[in-house]
């Protein structure tokens, strides 16, 4: 069966969320639903949020599609705690659909995926971020990541990298847990949390970092900042590789012409390309 692109933006959802209120035994507030296009999400009438996703089965794999309920294995780590969840197969398409209930964000996110203006964050801020992050890559999991929904692989890491620049050695020397979507949408402020920990998993070190630079490439002084906080991770070999990684993704064949971060990107991009060229 062939899966139906669904925005779910544009797509009727109300018998879906009538669906979790039955099986979480709550009401949603219908004026305070997030539509994006694949999840929705939704305050309870118990002071709760529930995200609610549509993921092709596909895209699954073996981690059963359950990352937010795993990560309420992991310490020291700042995200909303984990309350609930519920999860069916669609009747008509080959999709999977997940609720997960969690405590309330502590503020809302910086802003969105891809900043173009500079955020007011504090030294706390960063020293959260820091501290979560550490705390995330030392410890272990079963799960692999999948940013976009793509295992992530070593062989995904060089078909990603070569396609763009292909004169670089892509073996990953070190596998460590990632979010793996950490981008300014999924960090709140003032206080630190990070949220939506649907793709976390083991990825090459410094995913993350790379992940939160490119979201940054439209402001220099925020990218610096990015680097030099996460520096331990990204003046790395693997650090280095996933900032190609990153980069192939903004400026390689589907770039958008209009994307304020390829000017910056491809300048960065060439810079740790000749890194990595003189460390063989």
């Given amino acids: 069966m062939t899966l139906r692109s669904v925005d779910l933006r544009k797509e009727p959802v109300e018998a879906v969320l009538d669906r979790v209120e039955r099986s979480l035994g709550t009401s949603l507030d219908r004026e305070s639903v997030v539509r994006k296009r694949r999840s929705v999400g939704a305050r309870t009438d118990r002071g709760t949020w529930v995200r ?46 997940r609720s997960d209930e969690t405590e309330l964000l502590p503020g809302p996110p910086v802003g969105n ?33 999948t940013p976009d ?9 060089a078909e990603t990298i070569r396609g763009v620049f292909p004169d670089v050695d892509t073996s990953v020397g070190e596998w460590r847990p990632a979010h793996a979507d950490l981008n300014w949408a999924n960090v709140t402020a003032p206080v630190f949390c990070v949220f939506d920990w649907e793709d976390w998993g083991m990825a090459p070190r410094g995913l993350d970092a790379a992940n939160l630079w490119g979201a940054s490439l439209a402001i220099p002084s925020l990218a610096d900042r990015v680097r030099s906080e996460r ?16 980069a192939a993704k903004i400026v ?29």
């Fill in 52 to 97: 609610i996703e549509r993921r092709g089965l596909d895209r699954i794999g073996v981690q059963g599609g359950d990352g937010t309920a795993s990560a309420e294995a992991l310490s020291d780590v700042a995200k909303p705690a984990w309350f609930a969840g519920v999860a069916w197969r669609d009747e008509t398409d080959p999709v999977m659909w």
């Fill in 113 to 145: 995926a891809v900043l173009t203006g500079e955020p007011r964050l504090s030294e706390m801020w960063w020293a959260g971020l820091n501290a979560s992050l550490d705390a995330l890559g030392s410890q272990r999991t079963n799960r692999i990541a």
């Fill in 149 to 157: 929904t793509e295992t992530l692989t070593q062989e995904l890491v």
């Fill in 231 to 246: 520096r331990d991770d990204l003046e790395t070999r693997d650090g280095r590789l996933m900032m190609l990684f990153v």
């Fill in 252 to 280: 390689g064949p589907y770039a958008d012409p209009d994307d304020p971060r390829l000017g910056a990107a491809r300048e960065t991009a060439e810079r740790v390309v000749g890194e990595l060229q003189s460390r063989c």
